[in-house]
T-cell receptor, first 114, second 114 residues
Framework: EAGVTQFPSHSVIEKGQTVTLRCDPI?????LYWYRRVMGKEIKFLLH????????ESGMPNNRFLAERTGGTYSTLKVQPAELEDSGVYFC????????????FGPGTRLTVL | GNSVTQMEGPVTLSEEAFLTINCTYT??????LFWYVQYPGEGLQLLLK?????DKGSNKGFEATYRKETTSFHLEKGSVQVSDSAVYFC?????????????FGSGTRLQVQP
């Protein structure tokens, strides 16, 4: 069974540009989460989808971040316009409804904003 | 709100040494507790978990016991190997509210020398 995949693995952009990160969850997982780790600090929750609906977006830092999950499969996280403080590693995770707590993480996308 | 505190790293040990990484938490109610590990160049992997007080999670020689009285979930291993070198994250999920976002500690880097 394929794990959670993320694309790209690295992205380097300039301040003010737009970047879109993609996450493909484990097949059949209805729950999808986005997290990020900034500057070697703790990993922080951004938002949670159940299928295509946003269940919890309390961690989204501001309106420059837009997450979508059309059709309830893969998800995208767009940052527009990117700022320096957005640099970090963005992780995606997924879980099945029947296994309430266990979240399986992808390898992350390292975003560098210059 | 919920929080997780881990010991500062890096922790440097010789092969076959005993490992303890401290983790304490603050949460309302009865959270589930997790240890995730990130090996170099890879994503987060679930190492072990415990869902109620006095539960012991174990995997790959690592153990952690859910101690409600001390709000702790310390990670231990009796004899570390070079291959255990990684960053270890303690995390919790809020079992009472049903909110599924994980709250992470800042991570502890372990370096095992041959």
């Amino acid at each position: 069974e394929a794990g959670v995949t993320q694309f790209p693995s690295h992205s380097v952009i300039e301040k003010g540009q737009t970047v879109t990160l993609r996450c493909d969850p484990i097949s059949g997982h209805d729950n999808l989460y986005w997290y990020r780790r900034v500057m070697g600090k703790e990993i922080k929750f951004l938002l949670h989808f159940v299928k295509e609906s946003k269940q919890d977006e309390s961690g989204m830092p501001n309106n420059r971040f837009l997450a979508e999950r059309t059709g309830g499969t893969y998800s995208t996280l767009k940052v527009q316009p990117a700022e320096l403080e957005d640099s970090g590693v963005y992780f995606c995770a997924s879980s099945a409804l029947r296994t309430r707590d266990t979240q399986y993480f992808g390898p992350g996308t390292r975003l560098t904003v210059l | 709100g919920n929080s997780v505190t881990q010991m500062e790293g890096p922790v440097t040990l010789s092969e076959e040494a005993f490992l303890t990484i401290n983790c304490t938490y603050t949460a309302t109610g009865y959270p589930s507790l997790f240890w995730y590990v990130q090996y170099p160049g890879e994503g987060l992997q679930l190492l072990l978990k415990a869902t109620k007080a006095d539960d012991k999670g174990s995997n790959k020689g690592f153990e952690a016991t859910y101690r409600k009285e001390t709000t702790s979930f310390h990670l231990e291993k009796g004899s570390v190997q070079v291959s255990d070198s990684a960053v270890y994250f303690c995390a919790l999920s809020d079992g009472d509210t049903g909110r599924r976002a994980l709250t992470f500690g800042s991570g502890t880097r372990l370096q095992v020398q041959p």
